[in-house]
């Protein structure tokens, strides 16, 4: 199973992801801020919801697996 430590969470710092959390529960379409490591061992991943203006945090312990979503994906294309 992957898991997911800092220097993933660094590597997709500026990234619009959905995020999926071992409750089950997932957060949609998020752009993801910044990661750090706290003083007492454990990463928190920043991220913001752009259309809502809301930020949040999420440990990194708690994240099963994350998909990255492509910018040329969610467009909707013109000629076929």
Known sequence: MLRFDLNWARSNV????NI???DGSVIVNV????????????????YSIPLRNKFGKVPLRDIV????????????????
């Not at 752009?31 to 920043?46: C, F, P």
């Not at 697996?65 to 076929?80: K, Q, Y």
Request: no cysteine; glycine share 8%.
């Open 31 to 46: 752009l993801v801020t910044r990661a750090l490591r706290r003083s007492d061992e454990s990463s928190i991943l920043y």
């Open 65 to 80: 697996w994350a998909e990255r979503l492509d910018a040329h994906l969610l467009t909707v294309g013109g000629a076929a």
């Open 20 to 22: 999926h959390l071992k």
């Open 14 to 17: 500026g990234r619009k992801m």
